[in-house]
């Protein structure tokens, strides 16, 4: 009997991949960027975030070209094992699954951490992990239903983010944004990128999406492109209100820096303050799930192409999702929840997707001499200027993570290397060779 591979349905629209795009995104301004400040203050994590911006920005044109040549759940996985062969595609999907899975439970941490400042009988951590319970069965229940709420939540969070700008703008003190607002020096700047980072994390996500699109040649550009504009604009307009409200150094370290800058601003007893809070969950949510509907979808293709074990690819008979993915990645996420220190999961996650970034814009470069027949509906613009500009912004970042935070870049390329070994002693590398 013949072997069937696993299908997934299209139904995804360019409105649903903005959704996705921005939902990924999202909570990056909710939380995370702010531990930035503690390592450079405003203004050294102001530099940090436009040159983050530059190397999105020139990213996401140039992965756009891959995306919408290669349009498979693999996403940088399939990109690179089609330049580079099979230990290309296991470094690529590797450090797509590092970036995802740990960047899932920080999110749920922040949720927790939102529910405990709104009811403090709330326990962050029960919170965090009941999350990964409910938003694992939404995915479950099929793309076309998972990506509908994401849509709606998404709209909230866009909305609650310009309101929260509205109201805290009046109350902008320049002295405020502006004391010692470099204590740290140049150096400050560099050890907060991976912040920086955060701003914009997981907007790739939409590759691993794109085997459902509908029409994807059309629809992936357009939700790329919008997505990031709407990013760049919220996350410029939320770091630079913020840190005029108060003494920046009372947001630097906290899980809920816009509920307690409002709350500063109108009045921790204000309705306003509370009622923030609670829809400031939104843009949590909206991360959440779609980092969840993503890395269930790069594990699912990993499995398929027998990278990881193949039950991992099994589909629902009724949903036509992948059950197991989303069940395994969420274990993984729980367990990673118990460590309880949110700036190394956001560490940990930046640097699989800087190697991500630096593996991407080799493969685009490699694919353009390789297969220059290849269909490329959508084309990186100024090429080869773009993708060379985000492959150099992405090196520096890469040494920069890796020089502040060396032991757990140590666990992760320690862990990569081992993977590599397994993978070529095992001879998977050349049953992996055709693809």
């Not at 709350?263 to 609670?278: E, P, Q, R, S, V």
Request: aromatic letters at 14%; glycine letters at 8%.
């Amino acid at each position: 009997m013949a072997v069937t591979t696993p299908v997934l349905k299209k139904a995804l629209t360019a409105i649903h991949l903005w959704a996705i795009a921005v939902g990924l995104v999202i909570s990056g301004e909710y939380f995370g960027w702010n531990y930035g400040w503690g390592v450079a203050g405003t203004v050294g994590m102001l530099i940090a975030t436009l040159a983050v911006t530059v190397l999105y920005i020139t990213f996401i044109f140039s992965f756009t070209e891959l995306t919408t040549s290669i349009p498979d759940a693999g996403g940088p996985f399939t990109y690179a094992h089609k330049a580079l062969g099979p230990i290309g595609g296991l470094i690529a999907g590797y450090a797509t699954l590092i970036e995802f899975l740990f960047a899932t439970p920080a999110i749920a941490y922040a949720l927790g951490s939102y529910m405990h400042f709104l009811y403090p009988s709330f326990n962050v951590v029960y919170t965090a992990i009941g999350c990964y319970f409910i938003f694992t069965i939404i995915n479950l229940l099929g793309i076309k239903e998972s990506a509908l709420f994401t849509l709606v939540i998404t709209l909230l969070a866009v909305v609650e983010l310009l309101v929260f700008m509205g109201v805290v703008a009046p109350h902008f003190q320049l002295q405020n944004f502006m004391h010692d607002n470099m204590p740290f020096g140049w150096s400050g700047v560099f050890a907060a990128l991976p912040f920086a980072i955060w701003l914009y994390l997981a907007i790739e996500g939409v590759a691993m999406v794109a085997e459902e699109a509908k029409d994807p040649h059309r629809t992936i550009p357009k939700g790329y492109i919008s997505g990031i504009v709407t990013l760049v604009l919220l996350a410029l307009g939320i770091m630079i209100v913020a840190g005029g409200i108060t003494n920046w150094k009372n947001l630097a370290a906290l899980d809920y820096p816009l509920p307690e800058a409002i709350g500063i601003a109108l009045g921790k007893d204000n309705h306003l303050t509370k009622i923030f809070a609670g829809i400031g969950l939104f843009g949590l949510i909206a991360s959440f799930h779609s980092i969840i509907m993503t890395y269930s979808r790069q594990i699912f293709s990993l499995a398929r192409e027998n990278y990881l074990p193949h039950f991992l690819s099994q589909l629902h008979s009724r949903f036509r999702t992948p059950y197991w993915a989303l069940l395994v990645g969420g274990i993984i996420g729980i367990i990673a929840i118990l460590s309880g220190k949110t700036n190394e999961l956001i560490i940990f996650s930046v640097l699989g997707a800087v190697v991500m970034y630096i593996i991407s814009m080799i493969s685009l470069f490699v694919l353009r001499k390789k297969e220059p027949l290849l269909q490329r509906p959508f084309k990186a613009p100024f090429y080869p200027w773009f993708p060379a500009i985000a492959l150099l912004l992405s090196v520096v970042c890469l040494i920069a993570i890796i020089y502040y935070n060396w032991l757990l870049s140590v666990y992760f390329f320690a862990f990569l290397l081992l993977l590599i070994i397994l993978f070529v002693t095992s001879g998977k590398h050349k049953k992996n060779a055709a693809f």
